[in-house]
């Protein structure tokens, strides 16, 4: 699996949009960019994935760049609950039990 | 429909036990994966099981065991525990290998610890 490269940390005011970047710059072409969130003492929950089209589901969009080289995760309304660490994953979208997670973004959203 | 479960949620056991976790996967995924998160390394991949075999395996020492049931249900096995073993178990559940979901489906995690 290509390897990604998020930031450690951010902070987001309650009610803005939280924009989260990954960078893969090796993902392969059928490799698909996956997100997962982790809310303390949780196990992962899916969020929503993309292969090159920008993609959106009830939770959130996913914004990928022409060259496919980083993406964007937009949270467009963040509320307190969305408070996790957020993890981006990129993968063939078969064999999906054996994923790579770094070590994700720690969103906090502040009221 | 019911997500994943994963049973006992907590235990505690001591250097030298072993212990064996269970997990029951969505009703119709075919897929079972574990994993273990600790603070310092993370979230890492133990094994995955398809239709009762092992399919991926990651890299952990052969005191760390799986197998998958008939029903798609899992257990993991941990032999010999050492005082690292102490972590969040998760098991994750997806349709089938070959198919154009890829997404997993964690449960609530085991949370084991050794003393």
């Known amino acids: 699996d290509a390897k990604t490269t998020q930031p450690t940390s951010m902070d987001c005011a309650e009610g803005r949009a939280a924009n989260l970047p990954c960078n893969h710059s090796?993902?392969?072409?059928?490799?698909?960019v996956y997100w997962y969130r982790q809310i303390h003492s949780q196990g992962p929950q899916y969020i929503i994935h993309?292969?090159?089209n920008n993609e959106t589901n009830e939770m959130a969009s996913l914004i990928i760049t022409e060259d496919r080289k980083s993406s964007t995760l937009i949270l467009p309304h963040a509320t307190l609950r969305d408070t996790a660490v957020y993890y981006c994953i990129v993968r063939p979208n078969t064999n999906a039990g054996k994923s790579t997670f770094g070590d994700g973004t720690t969103l906090t959203v502040k009221p | 429909k019911a997500g994943v479960t994963q049973t006992p949620r907590y235990l505690i056991k001591t250097r030298g036990q072993q212990v064996t976790l269970s997990c029951s996967p969505i009703s119709g995924h075919r897929s079972v994966s574990w994993y273990q998160q600790t603070p310092g390394q993370g979230l890492q991949f133990l094994f995955e099981?398809?239709?009762?075999?092992?399919?991926n395996k990651g890299n952990f020492p052969g005191r760390f065991s799986g197998r998958q049931f008939s029903n798609s249900r899992s257990e993991m096995n941990v032999s010999t525990l050492e005082l690292g073993d102490s972590a969040l178990y998760l098991c994750?559940?997806?349709?089938?290998?070959?198919?154009?979901?890829?997404?997993?489906?964690f449960g609530e995690g085991s949370r084991l610890t050794v003393l």
């Open positions: 090796t993902i392969s072409g059928n490799e698909y």
């Open positions: 993309g292969l090159k």
């Open positions: 994750a559940s997806s349709l089938a290998l070959g198919t154009n979901t890829g997404e997993l489906f």
């Open positions: 099981y398809f239709s009762e075999t092992q399919r």
